[in-house]
């Protein structure tokens, strides 16, 4: 089955600061990769998504990008600010298959002031 | 996601008990999810169910059962053959299993056992 690692496990970063976390999975016919913001105790939430079609996708201070080949995917957060601190999840989802997402452990990022 | 609900927040669970976690859509989603988070770990699928009365096994379902009698219900049942049932449990659900659409949380349980 598809399995994804996800890299740093923690981030500490100062405000204004960019961060990068960083993702592969091993099936390659994936396609289909969302990440999720959790905060301390809620639900995840999320924040952005890419499909395999595309190599890239922004909105507003967040992009993801995607290398297929490579099999990893990405999340750059710019001018990062306090509220971005939360724990990361990135996920794939394999095509023709009922919508089970397999997820990453976690980035903890901290933006510190 | 705020048309999803779960319930209890907390919940605790005695030796040998079994539980019922709720979870509840208004979202007109065909698909409902549960996954169990751990400390330090990402979340892992229970069970899924793509369509009413039908469900099946995810990563890690020893231990639990489900149903799916109504569209916006699924309820998780922790059973006392789950060893090491303390966990947030997070329910999902989108609009179609089949097409890839987003997954949106519930606002999780958190189960302890006393």
Same mark, same amino acid.
């Given at each position: 089955? $598809? ?7 923690t981030?500490?970063v100062?405000? %204004?600061?960019?961060?990068?976390? &960083? ?15 959790? $905060?301390l %105790? /809620?639900r995840?939430?999320?924040?952005i998504?890419? @499909?395999?079609?595309? %190599?890239e /996708? /922004? ?8 290398n /297929?080949?490579?099999k ?20 794939? @989802? @394999?095509?023709?298959?009922?919508? &089970?997402?397999?997820? %990453?452990?976690g980035? @903890? ?5 | 996601? +705020? !048309? ?6 907390? *919940?605790?669970?005695?030796? !040998?008990?079994?539980?019922? *976690? ?5 979202l ?11 400390? +330090?770990? +990402? #979340?892992? #699928? ?29 309820? #998780? ?13 997070l ?8 097409? !890839?659409?987003?997954?949106?949380? +519930?606002? !999780?349980?958190? *189960?302890?056992?006393?």
């Amino acid at each position: 089955g $598809e399995n994804v690692e996800q890299h740093p496990s923690t981030l500490s970063v100062q405000e %204004g600061d960019s961060a990068v976390i &960083k993702c592969t999975y091993s099936d390659s016919a994936s396609n289909y990769f969302p990440w999720y913001k959790q $905060e301390l %105790g /809620k639900r995840p939430q999320l924040i952005i998504d890419i @499909r395999s079609n595309v %190599g890239e /996708k /922004k909105d507003q201070r967040i992009a993801v990008t995607l290398n /297929k080949t490579a099999k990893h995917f990405s999340l750059h957060i710019t001018e990062t600010q306090p509220e971005d601190s939360a724990v990361y999840f990135c996920a794939a @989802r @394999r095509a023709g298959t009922a919508s &089970k997402l397999t997820f %990453g452990t976690g980035t @903890r990022l901290q933006v510190t002031l | 996601d +705020g !048309g999803i609900t779960q319930s209890p927040k907390y *919940l605790f669970r005695k030796e !040998g008990q079994n539980v019922t *976690l709720s979870c509840e859509q208004n979202l007109n989603h065909d698909a409902m999810y549960w996954y169990r988070q751990d400390p +330090g770990q +990402g #979340l892992r #699928l229970i069970y899924y169910s793509q369509i009413v009365n039908d469900f099946q096994k995810g990563d890690i379902a020893e231990g639990y059962s489900v149903s799916r009698e109504k569209k916006e219900s699924f309820p #998780l049942t922790v059973t006392s053959a789950q060893k090491n049932p303390t966990a947030f449990y997070l329910c999902a659900s989108s609009g179609d299993a089949w097409s !890839g659409e987003t997954q949106y949380f +519930g606002p !999780g349980t958190r *189960l302890l056992v006393l």
